[in-house]
């Protein structure tokens, strides 16, 4: 059975205090099995909210990006040692984000993806269509794209620390989320791109990710599409109760 995952993504967002807070308000709600929550902390957040996460089962922690390189002078950067020394199990990579205001491409990301994984953390890997892309019926071609570009230079063992974040566009922080069938149909060809590369087992050990506007209210319907295994939550991710909810739309 695949691990099921909903993952904040807190972006920009909150002081440390503040931050502190949420994470506690997080921590303290109820947890499900075979739920795993992630939360994707601004850097300097990592280490004092992973001392008060400790070593949980059901919560860990992702950077929401990191450098490929091992150290050296890359002035205001962070290295995947520096992440994983400070407790955090995961890094976010390619976010649209990313992608769009810091042009990261599929070339460098997938350099990063590398050394997380070498670096004994996990990727979790986004990737996902703009609004004309998909009016122009392209979206399964360039998500194909940037899977392959991004990823497919791992072996199967090192694709087995890949977490994949689906994220259209259009539907982040917009508040226009996907409807179930188009995440469904996007995430059953992602995964089909996987057993042509890796086989099939593997491909079923996937966790997919949908995210774009995930909210309490849309995400048991999302969740319940048979290639959907949890989200990436943006905004939804501030609020402790609703990403609580959000995590009990599994059950
Ligand atoms: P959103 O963001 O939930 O606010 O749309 C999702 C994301 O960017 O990961």
Redesign the pocket.
Same mark, same amino acid.
């Given at each position: 059975m695949r691990q099921f995952i909903v993952a904040g993504?807190w972006k920009m967002n909150t002081n440390y205090a503040e931050g502190l807070k949420l994470a506690e308000d997080i921590a303290s709600g109820s947890m499900i099995d075979n739920v795993l929550v992630v939360l994707g902390l601004p850097a300097t957040h990592l280490m004092g909210i992973s001392q008060l996460i400790g070593k949980s089962a059901s919560i860990k922690i992702a950077a929401q990006n990191c450098h490929y390189e091992k150290n050296g002078a890359y002035t205001g950067e962070i290295s995947v040692d520096m992440v994983k020394s400070v407790g955090a199990e995961y890094v976010i990579l390619g976010?649209s984000e990313r992608r769009e205001y810091f042009k990261e491409n599929d070339e460098l990301i997938a350099k990063k993806v590398k050394s997380v994984i070498e670096g004994g953390l996990n990727a979790i890997y986004c990737c996902g269509e703009k609004l004309p892309v998909r009016e122009a019926g392209n979206h399964i071609k360039l998500v194909a794209k940037q899977i392959k570009q991004g990823l497919f230079h791992l072996d199967a063992s090192d694709f087995k620390k890949v977490v994949i974040a689906y994220?259209p566009v259009w *539907?982040? =922080?917009t508040g226009v989320t996907a409807s179930p069938v188009q995440a469904q149909e996007m995430h059953y060809e992602i995964r089909q791109m996987i057993a042509k590369k890796y086989g099939t087992e593997v491909a079923q050990q996937t966790s997919i990710l949908y #995210?774009?506007? $995930?909210k309490p209210d849309n995400a048991k319907e999302l969740f319940m599409q048979s290639d959907v295994d949890g989200g990436? $939550? =943006? #905004? *939804?991710s501030l609020e402790a109760n609703g990403f609580l909810k959000i995590v009990h739309s599994f059950s």
């Open positions: 993504n976010h994220e *539907a982040i =922080g #995210g774009g506007s $995930v990436l $939550v =943006g #905004g *939804a």
